[in-house]
């Protein structure tokens, strides 16, 4: 996993096929990790969680699913403009891939490779690092869904149960689809065969010693705790400003909002309908993904008005070109202006 985030910074292009030989939770960059694991559960059971530079939702990597990992410049001219255009570049490999191996799958906008009859198979997401951007999906051989329930932080183990069914019903794997496990070998020769036929040739390159190297000063800051549980949520924990504002009369409040793109969770403290502070998180995707904290500013001082919020986060999406695959500037005004 720190491979991808070290060759995107050096901006070497590649593409990555991995498969972990240990169970690892893998988790957004814009979710929070305290409310979506089960950390508890995780330490129990010898499960590393870490949090991924590239958004989306909570993912359980395990020897039974082969990830890929596009890595590709932004200036490098050969390759499609926009998040959309650069999707369709790794879901239609994806794709062909599980279409290779039996399984009648196709790619469902924003970011899903799915069965014709709408089971999942995989899920795809893309940031920007460096002067990059990355592109991640997976070929799920088998999937433990018990397992990816477990590590979820959920109100109640009948919720628990819920997910679980939720899981078996909507995500699928080869194995489930064709009743056949291929080799590691024949999906990874897939993969590479579907992907040289839109990007040219992949000859296989041996890492040299600066990559792990690089890797390994990337890690203190990936598996750091500051970094793992850097919080969306601003206001949390500051007892002080909390209680200040309280006592002003001044409201704070989280609220969920599902968009077609993802999940978008807000926290913000307002004063009537006056916007004081905002924090925004969630499993959706949003490129460039640092670019968030300007529409958190944007907003601070603004009524919370569906349209006049609309309006300016619309504006800043404008300034600096920001793309958010099935999540608008309406969907952030929505769950801004519901949040009560």
């Given at each position: 996993?720190?491979?991808?985030?070290?060759?995107?910074?050096?901006?070497?292009?590649?593409?990555i096929?991995?498969?972990?030989s240990?169970?690892?939770?893998?988790?957004?960059?814009?979710?929070?990790?305290?409310?979506?694991?089960?950390?508890?559960?995780?330490?129990?059971?010898?499960?590393?969680?870490?949090?991924?530079?590239?958004?989306?939702?909570t993912?359980?990597?395990?020897?039974?699913?082969?990830?890929?990992?596009?890595?590709l410049?932004?200036?490098?001219?050969?390759?499609?403009?926009?998040?959309a255009?650069?999707?369709?570049?790794?879901?239609?490999?994806?794709?062909?891939?599980?279409?290779?191996?039996?399984?009648?799958a196709?790619?469902?906008?924003?970011n899903?490779?799915v069965?014709?009859?709408?089971?999942?198979?995989?899920?795809?997401?893309g940031?920007?690092?460096?002067?990059?951007?990355v592109?991640?999906?997976?070929?799920?051989?088998?999937?433990d869904?018990?397992?990816?329930?477990n590590?979820l932080?959920?109100?109640?183990?009948?919720?628990?149960?819920?997910?679980?069914k939720?899981?078996e019903?909507?995500v699928?794997s080869v194995?489930?689809?064709?009743?056949?496990k291929?080799?590691?070998?024949?999906?990874?020769?897939?993969?590479i065969?579907?992907?040289?036929?839109?990007?040219?040739?992949?000859?296989?390159?041996?890492?040299?010693?600066?990559?792990y190297?690089?890797a390994?000063?990337?890690?203190?800051?990936?598996?750091?705790?500051?970094?793992?549980?850097?919080?969306?949520?601003?206001t949390?924990?500051?007892?002080?400003?909390?209680?200040?504002k309280?006592?002003?009369?001044?409201?704070?409040?989280?609220?969920?909002?599902?968009?077609?793109?993802?999940l978008i969770?807000?926290?913000?403290?307002?004063?009537?309908d006056?916007?004081k502070?905002i924090?925004?998180?969630?499993?959706?995707?949003?490129?460039?993904?640092?670019?968030?904290?300007?529409?958190?500013?944007?907003?601070?001082?603004?009524?919370?008005?569906?349209?006049?919020?609309?309006?300016?986060?619309?504006k800043?999406?404008?300034?600096?070109s920001?793309?958010?695959?099935?999540?608008?500037?309406?969907?952030?005004a929505e769950?801004?202006?519901?949040?009560?």
């Amino acid at each position: 996993m720190l491979i991808f985030h070290v060759l995107a910074r050096m901006g070497r292009e590649a593409l990555i096929l991995v498969s972990p030989s240990e169970k690892i939770v893998s988790v957004g960059y814009f979710q929070d990790t305290d409310k979506v694991i089960d950390l508890e559960y995780c330490r129990k059971n010898g499960i590393s969680v870490m949090r991924r530079e590239i958004g989306g939702g909570t993912t359980l990597l395990d020897r039974n699913q082969i990830f890929f990992q596009l890595i590709l410049r932004r200036d490098n001219p050969e390759f499609p403009r926009g998040i959309a255009s650069l999707y369709r570049l790794i879901a239609d490999p994806c794709a062909e891939t599980y279409r290779a191996l039996g399984v009648d799958a196709l790619f469902r906008p924003v970011n899903d490779i799915v069965t014709e009859e709408g089971r999942k198979v995989s899920g795809l997401g893309g940031a920007d690092i460096g002067e990059c951007v990355v592109f991640v999906g997976n070929i799920i051989l088998d999937f433990d869904s018990r397992e990816m329930a477990n590590i979820l932080k959920v109100p109640s183990e009948k919720f628990r149960d819920k997910v679980h069914k939720s899981l078996e019903d909507n995500v699928s794997s080869v194995v489930k689809e064709t009743g056949r496990k291929p080799s590691r070998r024949e999906v990874e020769d897939l993969l590479i065969e579907k992907f040289a036929k839109r990007l040219g040739g992949l000859p296989e390159a041996l890492l040299e010693s600066e990559v792990y190297e690089k890797a390994h000063e990337l890690e203190k800051k990936m598996m750091s705790d500051e970094f793992l549980f850097r919080r969306r949520d601003k206001t949390a924990g500051d007892e002080d400003y909390m209680k200040v504002k309280i006592s002003s009369g001044i409201q704070v409040s989280e609220r969920s909002y599902k968009a077609c793109g993802g999940l978008i969770t807000v926290t913000h403290v307002a004063q009537g309908d006056t916007i004081k502070d905002i924090s925004i998180s969630g499993d959706f995707t949003f490129y460039p993904k640092d670019r968030l904290k300007d529409i958190e500013d944007s907003l601070v001082g603004a009524r919370r008005d569906i349209s006049g919020i609309q309006g300016l986060i619309s504006k800043v999406y404008h300034e600096l070109s920001i793309e958010s695959p099935g999540v608008t500037p309406l969907d952030f005004a929505e769950a801004i202006c519901k949040a009560d």
